[in-house]
């Protein structure tokens, strides 16, 4: 009896998961090829997009209204450079006006020597490099610092994405600006206090709060995660920041 | 400019070139004779036979009468001309120009205009050319003047120098023979005939009575030697440049014509480009209206290509630029600069991608067309602390790293391009501040790292040192602080944001 339950489950299981699949190739989705399903090093948060595995073919945008929250997602994006430039292909960064400090790249395993950055004066440029270069089949990514993209804007740059299989980032400084984008996800990256190991002074590993706010097909959600040196690591349990200021008092401290 | 003009004669031509081929014949007398009428008439004169009496016009038969042992070797036609202009090939590293002398056949003509000074003046100039010739085994009489003419005769008639300074040639010609003129034989016979044996007798002569008496060709030699008429030399080697036109019977002015001309001259050209084995590297497209104005577009690669698409691309970002008017009649497109093209080695596998990909160097050039190549930028590591000089502009798109990016001190995600003052708490003598104010905002420190003092380059600019250090606020955001300066030192010390940590 309790074998035969057992079997009608799993049939229905079956069922559910057909029905999913099939709801969303109805919707335009298109699966990746089984083969192509590389991981990203993101580990939980993959599990958010359709059929958990990080959409490559895809415009991702990022909300960055504070300074801290650029940084941060600079920060997020650079450890996922590290995993989409590995093949050696190269990276095109687009932007009005540029921060990002190229010494700073290698805590990330990024060769900056193989990101072009193109500084332009207006957003129409931006605008123009960033669809030219999402055509461009030999490049890894492409990252535009955006302040305003409409919806017909985003669509163009997504079908240049679908044809050639750059990933894009897009990252947009006013969030409330035209919200509708056919982006494929939609990213916060804030800033959250680091810690250390018990009573280790100084900072620890960057860390930030990850907000998937939108996902296409997929469920949006909210994760901490860290760059642990070399890749990403979940923050199962977020302790409550102590008050104590703590700084590194190191006894051999070098000067220089 | 002032042009120059210089005349190589090679007096024995064809005996000098016979001595360094065959070297045992310096001991025998020689000549070359070819058949004419039935007899063997001597064409050229080895300097042992002229010695005995030898000259060229005699016949074979008689020659060997006067010089017993005489070698009598056989003449080809041409034979003068294939030489010089092998030598004229050799000399064109002494001028681009060089022409052979047609009168003659024996001797070459280099238009010189700006090119003695690289071997540091004139005299330098002939005597290189005059020694390196020699020590090829020719015997050769240069001269150097203002005309052709004038350098032709002096180099074989010439008597007191070679080197005639500039307006000298008239008078440098006064002394010499009417022979010096490059005249045909009735002429001279005419003018010996009259009396005239040398030039300064009838230079003076009114014109008209000398073209009466000795025709126009002889007014022409004259003229042309006192550079009264211009001579125009034939260059051996004409350079050839990568220029296509399109002249339009109708006026074009529409986009879709000025794309089709653009596409019928890219295909010519990169057709010759591809058989040279070049790319374009500068295109330059020119339009010539009806209304006489001249419109013009330019398009520069990365790398040198004669991929007609791609270019066609480059030009297409350019049209709208194209003022037609009332039409343009006459397309010009030009390569002033071409490289050698890379061909890139058939692949059956799909390459791997990099900084060299094919689609990345068009997408550069496409945005290097349409919003300028000074907007891109590729960082290269510098091995300096100094975080503005940290990384180094590369120069190219493949340039590759001299040395690895260092990761051990800590460096902000994004850099302020000049670091922001701010108002901070801090003690005394080194700790971090307590809190800071920046843009209005108190932002309370909760953690830090630091210091790390970094000095400034002092054989490059003056100034005081920072201390950074790395805070980390109750939010949650990271920055980058510095102190630049000592506590109580002399200069004023002064707190700034230098950056976000990621």
């Not at chain 2, 497109?333 to 080695?345: H, R, Y």
Request: charged share 25%.
């Amino acid at each position: 009896m309790l074998s035969f339950i057992e079997q009608i489950m799993d049939t229905k299981k079956e069922i559910f998961l057909k029905l999913q699949q099939d709801i969303l190739l109805w919707q335009g989705f298109k699966p990746q090829a089984t083969g192509k399903a590389e991981r990203v090093g993101l580990g939980e948060i993959e599990q958010a997009f359709p059929g958990g595995v990080f959409p490559k073919r895809a415009i991702h945008e990022f909300i960055t209204v504070l300074p801290e929250d650029a940084a941060a997602s600079d920060g997020f994006i650079a450890g996922l450079l590290a995993i989409l430039m590995q093949d050696g292909a190269a990276c095109v960064w687009v932007s009005t006006s540029r921060r990002l400090f190229p010494a700073s790249l290698s805590t990330f395993n990024v060769e900056a020597e193989r990101i072009i950055f193109m500084d332009v004066k207006t957003e129409k440029d931006v605008l123009w490099i960033t669809e030219e270069a999402l055509k461009c089949e030999g490049l890894a990514a492409v990252v535009a610092e955006l302040n305003n993209l409409s919806l017909i804007e985003s669509r163009r740059l997504q079908l240049a994405v679908e044809e050639s299989g750059v990933t894009g980032f897009i990252l947009r400084k006013d969030a409330s600006k035209a919200a509708t984008t056919v982006a494929t996800a939609r990213w916060k990256i804030s800033p959250m206090l680091t810690e250390n190991e018990e009573g280790m002074p100084g900072l620890g590993f960057p860390r930030w709060r990850v907000d998937l706010l939108k996902v296409r097909n997929g469920n949006p959600g909210s994760w901490v995660m860290e760059w642990a040196g070399e890749c990403f690591e979940e923050v199962k349990n977020v302790s409550k920041a102590d008050d104590g200021s703590v700084w590194s008092e190191r006894e051999d401290r070098q000067i220089g | 400019m002032q042009r120059r003009f210089v005349s190589i004669w090679f007096r024995q031509l064809l005996a000098d070139w016979q001595l360094i081929h065959r070297p045992e014949l310096a001991e025998v007398p020689f000549v070359f004779a070819a058949p004419d009428h039935g007899r063997m008439m001597i064409n050229a004169v080895s300097p042992l036979a002229a010695i005995s009496g030898v000259e060229s016009g005699m016949r074979a038969a008689d020659a060997k009468a006067i010089c017993p042992g005489l070698e009598v070797l056989d003449d080809k036609p041409g034979r003068p001309r294939n030489l010089l202009r092998g030598l004229g090939e050799w000399c064109v590293r002494y001028s681009p120009i060089v022409a052979i002398d047609e009168f003659g056949m024996d001797g070459l003509l280099l238009d010189v205009s700006g090119c003695a000074h690289l071997w540091g003046g004139e005299r330098g100039y002939l005597k290189e050319i005059v020694s390196r010739l020699k020590g090829k085994g020719y015997t050769v009489r240069v001269a150097i003047a203002d005309t052709p003419g004038a350098a032709w005769a002096i180099s074989r008639f010439g008597k007191v120098t070679p080197l005639i300074p500039i307006g000298g040639h008239p008078e440098a010609l006064l002394d010499l023979v009417p022979e010096a003129l490059r005249l045909e034989r009735p002429v001279l016979a005419k003018l010996r005939k009259l009396g005239f044996y040398h030039i300064k007798s009838f230079i003076s002569m009114p014109r008209s009575v000398l073209r009466r008496r000795f025709g126009e060709d002889f007014l022409l030699r004259l003229a042309q030697a006192l550079g009264t008429e211009d001579e125009i030399l034939i260059p051996l080697q004409v350079p050839v440049p990568f220029q296509e036109r399109l002249p339009c019977l109708e006026p074009i002015k529409t986009r879709t014509g000025i794309e089709i001309a653009i596409t019928r001259m890219l295909e010519n050209l990169c057709k010759r480009m591809q058989s040279e084995g070049k790319g374009l590297r500068t295109g330059v497209l020119t339009g010539y209206r009806i209304d006489g104005k001249v419109v013009q577009v330019t398009i520069g690669t990365n790398g040198a290509t004669h991929s007609i698409s791609h270019l066609f691309k480059l030009f297409q970002l350019k049209i709208d630029q194209i003022r037609p008017a009332l039409g343009i009649e006459l397309f010009v497109l030009d390569a002033p600069k071409v490289d050698d093209v890379e061909v890139p080695q058939e692949q059956m596998w799909t390459a791997k991608p990099g900084l060299d990909d094919q689609s990345l160097i068009r997408l550069l050039d496409r945005v290097a067309g349409k919003v300028g190549s000074e907007v891109i930028h590729r960082y290269l590591p510098a091995k300096r602390y100094w975080p503005e000089r940290a990384v180094l502009q590369a120069r190219s798109v493949t340039e590759k790293p001299a040395s690895n990016w260092r990761a051990e001190k800590p460096r902000p995600t994004e850099l302020l391009k000049r670091p922001d003052p701010i108002e901070v708490m801090a003690l005394i003598p080194d700790h971090p501040p307590k809190f800071f104010i920046y843009k209005g905002v108190r932002h309370q420190v909760i953690k830090a790292d630091g210091p790390e003092r970094i000095e400034r380059e002092w054989w490059l600019d003056t100034g005081e040192h920072r201390d950074y250090y790395q805070v980390e606020d109750d939010q949650g955001g990271r920055y980058w602080l510095f102190r630049s300066g000592h506590y109580g030192g002399e200069q004023q010390y002064q707190w700034f944001i230098h950056g976000f940590f990621a």
